[in-house]
């Protein structure tokens, strides 16, 4: 990982000196040791700052959005699932692709920092990541994790190694491209009853407190004024005492994005309140999927997404009943 | 709950299509077929028109079902109006019963402006269906429902 | 804020009688907006409609709610009556308290409460309505005819006759279509092309008809008045312009071993060809896939044996650019492929024929010059086995499941001409069900049957084998309940009919209705037949159903009216009900031309000033003309952006939370 940073540093200055690109954005060190963050560099000394490492999580599609309409071409940085978002606001005429030189860099996953305190590591001041293991060093001395215990939930269900869209590539140590199973979360909610579900999502929807974090940081999400901004929608609507308008707020979130969703998992990451946003989204995927035959949101840019799309010969809604279950 | 269920009259909204649907509701009328009043008709001019805002709306503020009709596959007034609703709602409905509100509060239904029989016996059904699950508590606006209190 | 009138009718006691018309007229005054209301006992009368008017100028209503019948009986009748006295018709709206209530509600208190929360819920949308101006726009006084068989010189002889102008476009080198192939007419037994082609010359020489022969549609842009096509006309590699339709080079040709189409392929033509002896127009074409100049670079006889300088090896492919106001569709039909049907031999026996093969074989220009004579031997067939419903009404996939409609007639036709000229043939027809719904068309199959002698049995036939020169026909007689084998000299199969390839594609062009079997659709089945569900498009003969010829003639003579009535207009209104994209909300993201099925969005680039930042966006642009106001676009947009006039998201969520209130 180290040393992928080291490479992509070196040919971000590189870039910059012959004048391809005049803006680099990548991540650089935030406060702490593991919060990383969005960075657009301007000069090649200024990239002495740039980081790449397991909390370089942060998905850098939507901030192309305003740089790719700037002036000059920006080297951006994305990571595999990071292409898909892209290459999905292409499709929605959201980004200029020429003004985007694209390297995409290897990845081999993200580390969760609720996780690594979870497992016992406190006062964690700095992460080192050593490819296979995490080293937390704490004020209590080291604790080494297998790193795969510590991804991030988004990380866990990683839909491959693949970079779909990328000018050139930083790739090290190949991955394996095998995606992993992604809806086992969404079947566990499917498997309860209409009482637990709604219990379950009562739970963790009450806990909203509308930061609208979920949203900013979507790709998808990438109106210029959302419909919870604007009142002459009619669905305009701030925090509530009660539990109905984060409710209405997450239904129409979800609905809005589904089929153009990339499932990068960043609404889940940024929830303050660590609300399982991503399987709203992954519901909405796994049931076009099921109906309507496999689709990647951003694995290309052209095709039409599935809710903009139908087959003369779709499902009638009335499988939905006829899965079994309560009526 | 039972007692409850004799007296409960759940409201029901109907969007109909204005080219099959509700033509169909007006053969219905015409033919003096019976089905409950609970059931109050929207008319839109494609059964696409009807946003899934809509639908949560009409529960938020104290619908205890909604079902959307519209013309047959094949037999949409747009030609392909009633595809993308076959769609989006088929997504929609999964979705709602994935956070627990009962499928059978929702339905899509498609009746033709020939079929007025059909659509009373669809709306009686619906109601029916409706009225065994009770009132709806579960994405209303509480306040709106005041004799429910949270957590009841 | 509105004032509003409400007007509750009685019907007589058709509300009255299940609706307390009162309390629901005194409930009404509770109502946000409302000023006024009233009840009366017939609404739609012109006294009914006078409370209206006299209330509308009296309280200076600005909307207005009828509580009546179904707004398709009397929505209309009361924003007429609302627009005489200068409220805009959009601010009436009718709460239906009868179809949807009275007439289906016994209990009074039920129906009262119902009609009061339906009256509720239209106050509510008008609180919301605005003033709608429908759009005009000008109408370009040409028609296209896509297709020159019977329907689409039928269609454009109406037209032209009206006074536009029309253009047909037909794909092959002549006009005439099907209708030009067949011998005998049913149930008249007139000459096909003794009633034809007098229509066809007709059509070229009359001065409001343009024909582009041996062309075809490309493409097709704008809407209902409005159209442009792109039309190609494909190289002839025979200057129109000089070629007097001699024929001299067609005689010349050395090359001579191409299937000839017009003969089903039962006889061959030159490289250089006129398809038939009148076909219109009257010019040579080169098939280069069949010249020797072409392929070898070589002959040239064709080119030095043109006294009129005709032949141009060089000549290209041709664009053309027309504008229409209206289009017809008329593309026609095909018989079916039969390589699927083994059971009948079709592909490996040439006895076995079908019924569009033995018509040009009947025929006196036909491959026979006339005489019945079976292909394989060219001898005189002693027994005849006719096959009904050949591909039609099965179930199978390679089956169409529709009844084709004319086969029934022609093979009647066919059975008694045989029998008429040749009366020692004995001829056989299989068949499933006789059809003859048309004007004597009973009687015309009677005479096959009793007159002629015909024997017809129903039930299927299984297998058609060669057997010692002859054609062994395995049927089954379901009436007498026996199987039957009958050596056949020749089998002549009615093969189904299926729209023209180019249906499929032309329908996409157009952004019209296609159903499963390819066949177009119309905007009603019952009240709207020629109509495509697109406003400007039209259909014109088989390429909407199958239809026999004088059905088409009637369907095309119905489609040049529609044509001619739009036409006539020199400008259309459109409905004022149609997408409204907000332009400082819209992303630009194109979900909405992607579900639009009447290609009515389009995106521009177009300099916005939001809150006083002025930038150059990629925003949707609704184009009023086309769109139908179906709302797709409104629940595509993630924004919000995208809206539906008459049924804006406020107006719709205000009736719903009048009705759950």
Redesign the interface.
């Given at each position: 990982m180290q040393k992928v940073a080291e490479i992509a540093q070196k040919r971000a200055i590189q870039l910059l000196n012959q004048g391809v690109v005049n803006r680099v954005i990548g991540w650089k060190k935030g406060e702490f040791g593991y919060d990383e963050t969005p960075a657009v560099f301007t000069t090649a000394a200024g990239i002495e700052d740039f980081r790449y490492d397991v909390f370089s999580a942060p998905n850098l599609s939507k901030y192309l959005i305003d740089e790719s309409k700037k002036e000059g071409k920006i080297l951006a940085f994305l990571k595999p699932c990071d292409t898909y978002s892209f290459n999905q606001l292409i499709k929605e005429h959201r980004v200029n692709r020429d003004n985007v030189y694209i390297i995409g860099i290897e990845c081999g996953g993200m580390a969760d920092i609720n996780t690594i305190r979870n497992r016992g590591a406190a006062g964690v001041t700095d992460v080192a990541d050593n490819g296979q293991t995490v080293i937390a060093h704490t004020l209590y001395g080291d604790v080494t994790f297998d790193k795969n215990e510590v991804l991030l939930e988004k990380c866990q269900a990683c839909k491959g190694k693949k970079h779909v869209i990328f000018d050139e590539l930083i790739v090290v140590n190949p991955q394996d491209d095998e995606p992993k199973n992604r809806f086992a979360g969404v079947e566990a909610i499917e498997n309860m009853t209409p009482e637990e579900r709604f219990a379950f999502w009562r739970e963790q929807l009450s806990k909203c407190i509308r930061c609208n974090a979920c949203r900013n940081v979507c790709p998808a999400c990438s109106c210029l004024q959302c419909v919870f901004d604007n009142p002459r929608s009619g669905v305009a609507s701030k925090a509530s005492p009660d539990t109905f308008e984060e409710q209405l707020y997450h239904i129409i979130r979800a609905f809005h994005v589904a089929g153009r969703c990339t499932d990068c998992g960043e609404c889940s990451r940024v929830c303050p309140q660590d609300i399982p946003l991503h399987l709203l989204n992954r519901k909405f995927i796994k049931d076009m999927n099921a109906f309507y035959g496999e689709y990647k949101a951003g694995e290309d840019s052209e095709t039409r997404p599935p809710l903009v799309n139908f087959s003369k010969d779709d499902a009638e809604p009335s499988v939905i009943s006829d899965k079994g279950g309560d009526k | 709950m039972s007692v409850e269920h004799e007296s409960f009259k759940p409201?029901i909204?109907a969007f109909c299509c204005n080219w099959c649907s509700?033509?169909g509701?007006?053969?219905?009328?015409?033919g003096?077929?019976?089905?409950p009043?609970n059931v109050?008709?929207?008319?839109?001019?494609?059964s696409?028109?009807?946003?899934?805002?809509?639908v949560?709306?009409?529960f938020?503020?104290?619908?205890d079902g909604v079902i959307m009709c519209g013309c047959h596959?094949?037999d949409c007034?747009?030609?392909?109006?009633n595809?993308?609703t076959?769609?989006?709602?088929?997504?929609?409905?999964?979705?709602?019963?994935?956070?627990?509100?009962?499928?059978?509060r929702t339905?899509?239904e498609w009746v033709s402006a020939a079929e007025g029989a059909r659509f009373?016996s669809v709306m009686n059904d619906f109601v029916k269906?409706v009225t065994?699950?009770g009132p709806n508590r579960?994405?209303?606006?509480?306040?709106?429902k005041p004799e429910h209190k949270?957590g009841e | 804020m509105q004032r509003i009138g409400v007007f509750i009718c009685w019907c007589g006691s058709n509300i009255a009688a299940t609706v307390d018309v009162k309390k629901v007229a005194a409930a009404a005054l509770n109502e946000p907006g409302v000023v006024f209301s009233a009840d009366y006992q017939y609404m739609c009368s012109a006294s009914g409609q006078g409370l209206v008017k006299d209330a509308i100028r009296e309280k200076g209503l600005t909307g207005v709610v009828v509580c009546s019948c179904s707004p398709r009986m009397h929505e209309a009748t009361f924003r007429k009556a609302a627009e005489s006295c200068g409220l805009n018709p959009y601010m009436v709206e009718i709460a239906n308290i009868r179809e949807h209530c009275s007439w289906i509600h016994k209990d009074v208190a039920e129906g009262t409460e119902k009609a009061v929360i339906l009256m509720r819920a239209a106050v509510a949308k008008v609180n919301l309505n605005q003033s709608l101006v429908a759009g005009k726009s000008d109408v370009v006084k040409r028609a296209l005819v896509i297709g020159g068989g019977i329907a689409g010189i039928q269609t454009a002889l109406d037209i032209a006759e009206a006074g536009y102008e029309v253009d047909i476009v037909e794909k092959k080198p002549t006009i005439g279509g099907k209708m030009a192939q067949l011998d005998k007419t049913f149930p008249t037994l007139d000459c096909s092309a003794c009633i034809l082609t007098p229509k066809m010359v007709d059509a070229a020489a009359h001065d409001k008809i343009k024909i582009y022969s041996y062309s075809e549609v490309e493409s097709v842009s704008g809407f209902v008045g409005n159209f442009t096509a792109k039309i190609r006309k494909k190289a002839r590699f025979v200057k129109e312009d000089l070629c007097t339709g001699c024929g001299l080079c067609t005689e010349k040709c050395p090359s001579r071993k191409t299937p000839n189409e017009f003969n089903e392929g039962m006889n061959t033509r030159s490289a250089i060809y006129i398809p038939f002896a009148q076909a219109v127009p009257k010019y040579a074409v080169i098939d280069p896939a069949a010249c020797l100049h072409f392929k070898t670079g070589k002959c040239g006889l064709c080119e030095r044996t043109c006294d009129a300088k005709a032949v141009d090896y060089n000549q290209k492919d041709e664009t053309i650019e027309r504008k229409y106001g209206a289009i017809v569709v008329a593309t026609g039909y095909n018989v079916i492929k039969l390589d699927n049907f083994g059971e009948y031999g079709y592909t490996e026996n040439p006895d076995v024929i079908t019924s569009l093969e033995l018509e040009r074989i009947m025929n006196a220009a036909g491959p026979t010059g006339g005489a019945l004579l079976r292909p394989s031997d060219k001898t005189h067939p002693q027994k005849i086995v006719f096959v009904q419903c050949v591909g039609s009404r099965g179930q199978r996939p390679c089956d169409k499941p529709y009844c084709s409609k004319i086969c029934c007639m022609y093979t009647a036709k066919h059975a008694m001409l045989i029998r008429e000229k040749y009366p020692d043939t004995e001829v056989y027809v299989f068949y499933i069900d006789v059809r003859t719904p048309g004007k004597n068309f009973e009687e015309f199959y009677r005479r096959a049957v009793e007159q002629y002698g015909v024997h017809y049995v129903k039930g299927q036939v299984g297998k058609v084998a060669e057997n010692a020169g002859k054609l062994r026909v395995y049927g089954s007689d379901l009436l007498m309940n026996e199987q039957i084998v009958i050596d056949a000299d020749l089998v002549v199969l009615a093969a189904a009919i299926e729209p023209d390839e180019s249906a499929k594609k032309i329908a996409t062009m157009l952004t019209t209705g296609i159903d499963t079997n390819n066949f177009l659709t119309e905007a009603h089945p019952k009240l709207r037949p020629v109509e495509s569900a697109t406003a400007g498009i039209f259909l014109s003969g088989v390429c909407q159903g199958p239809k026999d010829i004088p059905e088409t003639v009637s369907q095309a003579s119905a489609a040049a009216v529609k044509v001619i009535g739009l036409l006539a207009k020199d400008q259309i209104t459109c409905n004022p009900c149609v997408a409204r994209s907000d332009e400082l909300l819209c992303n630009g993201c194109s979900s909405c031309e992607k579900v639009c099925p009447y290609g009515a969005i389009t995106y521009i680039d177009k300099e916005v000033n939001d809150h006083g930042k002025r930038e150059v966006r990629r925003i949707a642009s609704v184009n009023e003309a086309v769109c139908q106001g179906c709302g797709a676009c409104t629940v595509a947009c993630p924004s919000g952006a995208m809206d539906l006039k008459g049924f804006t998201n406020k107006q719709i969520m205000a009736e719903v939370d009048a009705i759950c209130r």
């Amino acid at each position: 990982m180290q040393k992928v940073a080291e490479i992509a540093q070196k040919r971000a200055i590189q870039l910059l000196n012959q004048g391809v690109v005049n803006r680099v954005i990548g991540w650089k060190k935030g406060e702490f040791g593991y919060d990383e963050t969005p960075a657009v560099f301007t000069t090649a000394a200024g990239i002495e700052d740039f980081r790449y490492d397991v909390f370089s999580a942060p998905n850098l599609s939507k901030y192309l959005i305003d740089e790719s309409k700037k002036e000059g071409k920006i080297l951006a940085f994305l990571k595999p699932c990071d292409t898909y978002s892209f290459n999905q606001l292409i499709k929605e005429h959201r980004v200029n692709r020429d003004n985007v030189y694209i390297i995409g860099i290897e990845c081999g996953g993200m580390a969760d920092i609720n996780t690594i305190r979870n497992r016992g590591a406190a006062g964690v001041t700095d992460v080192a990541d050593n490819g296979q293991t995490v080293i937390a060093h704490t004020l209590y001395g080291d604790v080494t994790f297998d790193k795969n215990e510590v991804l991030l939930e988004k990380c866990q269900a990683c839909k491959g190694k693949k970079h779909v869209i990328f000018d050139e590539l930083i790739v090290v140590n190949p991955q394996d491209d095998e995606p992993k199973n992604r809806f086992a979360g969404v079947e566990a909610i499917e498997n309860m009853t209409p009482e637990e579900r709604f219990a379950f999502w009562r739970e963790q929807l009450s806990k909203c407190i509308r930061c609208n974090a979920c949203r900013n940081v979507c790709p998808a999400c990438s109106c210029l004024q959302c419909v919870f901004d604007n009142p002459r929608s009619g669905v305009a609507s701030k925090a509530s005492p009660d539990t109905f308008e984060e409710q209405l707020y997450h239904i129409i979130r979800a609905f809005h994005v589904a089929g153009r969703c990339t499932d990068c998992g960043e609404c889940s990451r940024v929830c303050p309140q660590d609300i399982p946003l991503h399987l709203l989204n992954r519901k909405f995927i796994k049931d076009m999927n099921a109906f309507y035959g496999e689709y990647k949101a951003g694995e290309d840019s052209e095709t039409r997404p599935p809710l903009v799309n139908f087959s003369k010969d779709d499902a009638e809604p009335s499988v939905i009943s006829d899965k079994g279950g309560d009526k | 709950m039972s007692v409850e269920h004799e007296s409960f009259k759940p409201t029901i909204v109907a969007f109909c299509c204005n080219w099959c649907s509700y033509a169909g509701a007006d053969l219905a009328g015409s033919g003096r077929m019976q089905y409950p009043a609970n059931v109050k008709i929207i008319k839109v001019p494609c059964s696409c028109r009807v946003n899934p805002t809509f639908v949560l709306r009409a529960f938020q503020r104290g619908a205890d079902g909604v079902i959307m009709c519209g013309c047959h596959p094949g037999d949409c007034h747009y030609s392909t109006g009633n595809y993308y609703t076959r769609r989006r709602m088929t997504m929609l409905f999964d979705f709602l019963d994935f956070l627990g509100i009962e499928r059978g509060r929702t339905r899509v239904e498609w009746v033709s402006a020939a079929e007025g029989a059909r659509f009373a016996s669809v709306m009686n059904d619906f109601v029916k269906n409706v009225t065994e699950l009770g009132p709806n508590r579960k994405i209303t606006d509480l306040r709106t429902k005041p004799e429910h209190k949270e957590g009841e | 804020m509105q004032r509003i009138g409400v007007f509750i009718c009685w019907c007589g006691s058709n509300i009255a009688a299940t609706v307390d018309v009162k309390k629901v007229a005194a409930a009404a005054l509770n109502e946000p907006g409302v000023v006024f209301s009233a009840d009366y006992q017939y609404m739609c009368s012109a006294s009914g409609q006078g409370l209206v008017k006299d209330a509308i100028r009296e309280k200076g209503l600005t909307g207005v709610v009828v509580c009546s019948c179904s707004p398709r009986m009397h929505e209309a009748t009361f924003r007429k009556a609302a627009e005489s006295c200068g409220l805009n018709p959009y601010m009436v709206e009718i709460a239906n308290i009868r179809e949807h209530c009275s007439w289906i509600h016994k209990d009074v208190a039920e129906g009262t409460e119902k009609a009061v929360i339906l009256m509720r819920a239209a106050v509510a949308k008008v609180n919301l309505n605005q003033s709608l101006v429908a759009g005009k726009s000008d109408v370009v006084k040409r028609a296209l005819v896509i297709g020159g068989g019977i329907a689409g010189i039928q269609t454009a002889l109406d037209i032209a006759e009206a006074g536009y102008e029309v253009d047909i476009v037909e794909k092959k080198p002549t006009i005439g279509g099907k209708m030009a192939q067949l011998d005998k007419t049913f149930p008249t037994l007139d000459c096909s092309a003794c009633i034809l082609t007098p229509k066809m010359v007709d059509a070229a020489a009359h001065d409001k008809i343009k024909i582009y022969s041996y062309s075809e549609v490309e493409s097709v842009s704008g809407f209902v008045g409005n159209f442009t096509a792109k039309i190609r006309k494909k190289a002839r590699f025979v200057k129109e312009d000089l070629c007097t339709g001699c024929g001299l080079c067609t005689e010349k040709c050395p090359s001579r071993k191409t299937p000839n189409e017009f003969n089903e392929g039962m006889n061959t033509r030159s490289a250089i060809y006129i398809p038939f002896a009148q076909a219109v127009p009257k010019y040579a074409v080169i098939d280069p896939a069949a010249c020797l100049h072409f392929k070898t670079g070589k002959c040239g006889l064709c080119e030095r044996t043109c006294d009129a300088k005709a032949v141009d090896y060089n000549q290209k492919d041709e664009t053309i650019e027309r504008k229409y106001g209206a289009i017809v569709v008329a593309t026609g039909y095909n018989v079916i492929k039969l390589d699927n049907f083994g059971e009948y031999g079709y592909t490996e026996n040439p006895d076995v024929i079908t019924s569009l093969e033995l018509e040009r074989i009947m025929n006196a220009a036909g491959p026979t010059g006339g005489a019945l004579l079976r292909p394989s031997d060219k001898t005189h067939p002693q027994k005849i086995v006719f096959v009904q419903c050949v591909g039609s009404r099965g179930q199978r996939p390679c089956d169409k499941p529709y009844c084709s409609k004319i086969c029934c007639m022609y093979t009647a036709k066919h059975a008694m001409l045989i029998r008429e000229k040749y009366p020692d043939t004995e001829v056989y027809v299989f068949y499933i069900d006789v059809r003859t719904p048309g004007k004597n068309f009973e009687e015309f199959y009677r005479r096959a049957v009793e007159q002629y002698g015909v024997h017809y049995v129903k039930g299927q036939v299984g297998k058609v084998a060669e057997n010692a020169g002859k054609l062994r026909v395995y049927g089954s007689d379901l009436l007498m309940n026996e199987q039957i084998v009958i050596d056949a000299d020749l089998v002549v199969l009615a093969a189904a009919i299926e729209p023209d390839e180019s249906a499929k594609k032309i329908a996409t062009m157009l952004t019209t209705g296609i159903d499963t079997n390819n066949f177009l659709t119309e905007a009603h089945p019952k009240l709207r037949p020629v109509e495509s569900a697109t406003a400007g498009i039209f259909l014109s003969g088989v390429c909407q159903g199958p239809k026999d010829i004088p059905e088409t003639v009637s369907q095309a003579s119905a489609a040049a009216v529609k044509v001619i009535g739009l036409l006539a207009k020199d400008q259309i209104t459109c409905n004022p009900c149609v997408a409204r994209s907000d332009e400082l909300l819209c992303n630009g993201c194109s979900s909405c031309e992607k579900v639009c099925p009447y290609g009515a969005i389009t995106y521009i680039d177009k300099e916005v000033n939001d809150h006083g930042k002025r930038e150059v966006r990629r925003i949707a642009s609704v184009n009023e003309a086309v769109c139908q106001g179906c709302g797709a676009c409104t629940v595509a947009c993630p924004s919000g952006a995208m809206d539906l006039k008459g049924f804006t998201n406020k107006q719709i969520m205000a009736e719903v939370d009048a009705i759950c209130r």
